[in-house]
């Protein structure tokens, strides 16, 4: 079984920044590609980045390319996004996903989700 948690959601003024952090145990981390995806209010999830194993590829929604910058720790066993030039449209629940392998943008794909962090970004 493996456990995702993740952290550093909160109240952000549109143009700023935070960084969301997912904290994975239970099994060999190293093994899991992590994705990042989110939930507004009345939405489906959508997927937002991914990244492999080694953290040598890396994928973004369209929306957030340019802004957001996923990476990861192997050694900490945790993930990370990093959240620039924020806009009151990104605000949602954010969640991270362990698959085993290889990334996937689909959220279906992913066997392993954290119970979400809010991120809400005002105007």
């Known amino acids: 079984q493996v456990q995702l948690v993740e952290s550093g959601g909160g109240l952000v003024q549109a143009g700023g920044s935070l960084r969301l952090s997912c904290a994975v145990s239970?099994?060999?981390?190293?093994?899991?590609?992590m994705g990042w995806f989110r939930q507004a209010p009345g939405k489906e999830r959508e997927f937002v980045a991914a990244?492999?194993?080694?953290?040598?590829?890396?994928n973004y929604a369209d929306s957030v390319k340019g802004r957001f910058t996923i990476s990861r720790d192997n050694a900490k066993n945790s993930v990370y996004l990093q959240m620039n030039s924020l806009k009151p449209e990104d605000t949602a629940v954010y969640y991270c996903?362990?698959?085993?392998?290889?990334?996937?943008?689909?959220?279906?794909?992913?066997?392993?989700w954290g119970q979400g962090t809010q991120v809400t970004v005002s105007s």
């Open positions: 996903a362990a698959r085993a392998y290889s990334s996937s943008s689909f959220a279906y794909e992913y066997a392993y």
């Open positions: 239970g099994r060999t981390f190293s093994m899991y590609a």
């Open positions: 990244i492999s194993r080694s953290g040598g590829s890396t």
